[in-house]
């Protein structure tokens, strides 16, 4: 894993579902950023009506498609 790292690439192990194909680095910036928005969500009275990021929340194609899919 180290060396996958030190190669700023995705470690198998964390790879347990389908990703796009980013760096390490830029996987861990976007981890930070998710785990950020459900501490501010968490702490927030209105419930996140402002400032929601749904790619944070979810993998965006599949809430597209689930939308979809319950309109139809």
Do not use: C, H
Not at 18 to 31: G, K
Request: charged residues 25%; without cysteine; aromatic residues 14%.
């Amino acid at each position: 894993m180290a060396q996958e790292l030190y190669a700023d690439a995705i470690p198998k192990r964390w790879r347990t579902f389908n990703i796009a194909n980013i760096t390490a680095s830029e996987w861990l910036d976007d981890f930070r950023r998710r785990v950020e928005q459900l501490q501010r969500l968490s702490s927030s009275t209105d419930f996140g009506k402002r400032g929601l990021w749904f790619g944070g929340l979810l993998f965006p194609e599949a809430f597209m498609t689930a939308t979809r899919q319950s309109i139809a």
